[in-house]
């Protein structure tokens, strides 16, 4: 038996557990139906059927400011997942009084977040705009942070980034997971970044989950169609080993 | 390369903000041969779409200043007047824009703006066959129906083939494609990217392809130019680059792609990165731009710039750090 921190059935029949501390990575082309199912489980849409279990308990169980403390996101657009009028300290406590985190509870004032993420401690000053999108991811990853979750569902967080920041971000956020023992649910389409991330994924297509396992078991030995083609799709930088010609 | 196509010389770019002059793009220069693929590289803020733009003639002059000099097929292109320029657009040389929601006119059916290309240059509108034959070419089934659709009715792979439709609707010898598919999803990728190399070989055409993602590069150009900060730093042949990559801009371009790693079937505790972001137009430095972040700056690199200097076979690169 496995500890679980989450179990769900959702979209057409997707079952799927992650387990405490594990990155798990959810792929699949757009309208897959990945976030849709990221979002029944940070309790933003409602499944018609089925049940989400977290750490053993029905989600629909916990009061909102409750599971606001166990689960948060990071969304893909850097630019348009902060207030633009907020400054970035109040968008980090703003996270933090909607989860009920109150000053006594709170771990990690809102410099050390800031730090974990490798922005300076005067950031909590600057407005959205200030910032260029790879410090905004920073912010939006210190947002998620704030409430000290058991679970982030990160939903495509590199996919609008440069490449010379997509290496970065994955890097910080490998890094929470190892420091602060954080489970990930990471959705993402490439399927390059997964393998360097997630310990597990499930391949979805049209809604369902095709093919699930291990990152190594799945992506080097791929045995569904269409992962199999997901994974010829990702085009190497050698000028050798061409698959378009 | 073979012969000449379009040259680029000592292009500069400054944008008019409030009094302000701010550099985008600064003596960048570069060639594409006749049915070469030419791959410009860079992250966003680097310069690449303002090169695209003014290439093209459509950076007005109240907002940018463009210096330079742009030869494409024999003619000047900075020094020829607006009706010959609007002339050369659309038959000579065309753009693939990136965001194929973003590019069409959303009240006029596709059919109505891949008419204006033939209407504005052969002076009346085509028969609807022969929209549905341009089409046809870039492998849509349903044509008829595409023709008569509205963009919003239309995935991102259906448009961004019609675009494609659109720009290769009148033979040009030049294809301009900036991030033709980083909007789209990773399947439809591949499949764009093959069906413009099946259409350059066909036409007989020259595709500059500019893109962020080296991976595309690698597998459809024959040559690249590297820009950062608005100014490249080096250009040659495709292997020549991504085997031995000279600048350390361009090695950390390389060695930060995650898909080099996943065919080599390497899982990495840390993907290796350049700290920092790329500077905004406006804040760069006197020296190297890449000297803030680079891992082997010398304090010559921070004073002034490095002058371009053969590495290799038609290889350039412009660094101060020797390497053998």
């Known amino acids: ?245 | 390369m073979d012969k000449q196509l379009l040259g680029v010389e000592h292009l500069s770019i400054n944008y008019q903000r409030d009094q302000e002059s701010i550099p985008a793009v600064t003596d960048v220069s570069f060639a594409i041969g006749k049915e070469e693929i030419f791959g410009l590289v860079g992250e966003s803020g680097c310069g690449k779409t303002s090169i695209a733009l003014a290439l093209l003639g459509l950076l007005s002059p109240a907002e940018a200043y463009v210096a330079g000099a742009v030869t494409y097929a024999g003619t000047r292109l900075d020094q020829i007047d607006n009706q010959s320029l609007i002339n050369l657009r659309g038959r000579e040389i065309s753009m693939i824009f990136q965001d194929p929601y973003a590019a069409w006119n959303p009240v006029m059916t596709i059919g109505q703006q891949i008419a204006e290309v033939f209407l504005v240059h052969q002076g009346r509108a085509p028969c609807q066959e022969k929209i549905n034959s341009a089409l046809r070419e870039v492998r849509i089934e349903d044509a008829e129906r595409v023709r008569n659709s509205y963009p919003h009715q239309l995935s991102g792979g259906l448009l961004q083939r019609s675009m494609i439709a659109m720009a290769l609707s009148l033979r040009p010898r030049l294809v301009i494609a900036d991030e033709p598919t980083t909007a789209l999803d990773v399947t439809l990728q591949k499949d764009i990217l093959q069906l413009l190399l099946n259409l350059k070989k066909e036409s007989g055409c020259s595709l500059m392809l500019i893109t962020h993602d080296i991976s595309v590069v690698a597998q459809t150009c024959s040559r690249l130019g590297i820009l950062y900060a608005g100014q490249i730093v080096e250009t040659g042949p495709i292997r020549e680059i991504l085997r031995n990559p000279y600048h350390p801009y361009t090695r950390a371009l390389v060695e930060s792609v995650p898909a080099k790693y996943f065919w080599q079937h390497k899982r990495l505790d840390k993907l290796p990165v350049v700290p920092g972001n790329v500077p905004e137009p406006g804040k760069f430095g006197k020296g190297c731009r890449f000297y803030p972040r680079c891992p082997e700056r010398i304090p010559q690199c921070e004073t002034s710039v490095p002058p371009e200097t053969a590495v290799g076979q038609d290889h350039k690169a412009s660094c101060y750090a020797i390497r053998t």
């Not at chain 1, 009061?63 to 902060?82: D, K």
């Not at chain 1, 009028?85 to 933090?96: C, P, Q, S």
């Not at chain 1, 006594?104 to 809102?110: C, E, V, W, Y």
């Not at chain 1, 569902?153 to 490449?163: G, H, K, N, Y």
Request: aromatic share 6%; proline share 5%; hydrophobic share 45%.
């Open chain 1, 1 to 245: 038996m496995r500890k679980a921190t989450g179990y769900v059935h959702a979209v057409t029949d997707v079952s799927f557990m992650i387990d405490k501390a594990e990155a798990f990575a959810l792929a699949g082309e757009s309208g897959s139906g990945k976030t849709t199912t990221a979002l029944m489980i940070s309790r933003l849409i409602t499944p018609t059927e089925g049940e989400i279990k977290f750490s053993g308990k029905p989600i629909a169980k916990y009061s909102r400011p409750e599971y606001g403390r166990c689960v948060s996101m990071i969304f893909q657009n850097p630019y348009a997942s902060l207030d633009p009028h907020l400054t970035v300290g109040y968008i980090l406590e703003e996270a933090r009084w909607s989860a009920g985190v109150t000053q006594a509870t709170q771990g990690a004032k809102l410099d050390e977040l800031l730090e974990i993420v490798g922005l300076p401690a005067d950031t909590r000053r600057a407005y959205p705009f200030q910032l260029s999108g790879g410090q905004r991811q920073r912010v939006a990853i210190a947002r998620a942070l704030a409430v000290q979750p058991m679970l982030i569902i990160a939903d495509e967080p590199v996919s609008s980034l440069d490449v010379s920041l997509q290496a970065q971000i994955i890097n910080l956020l490998a890094d929470i997971r190892k420091r602060l023992g954080i489970a990930f649910l990471f959705i993402a389409h490439d399927l390059s970044v997964v393998y360097q991330f997630a310990d597990s994924v499930a391949i979805m297509h049209s809604g369902r989950i095709v093919e699930r396992g291990s990152v190594l078991d799945v992506l080097d030995n791929p045995r569904d169609e269409y992962t199999k083609k997901l994974v010829a799709s990702i085009l190497s930088p050698d000028p050798d080993k061409k698959v378009i010609a």
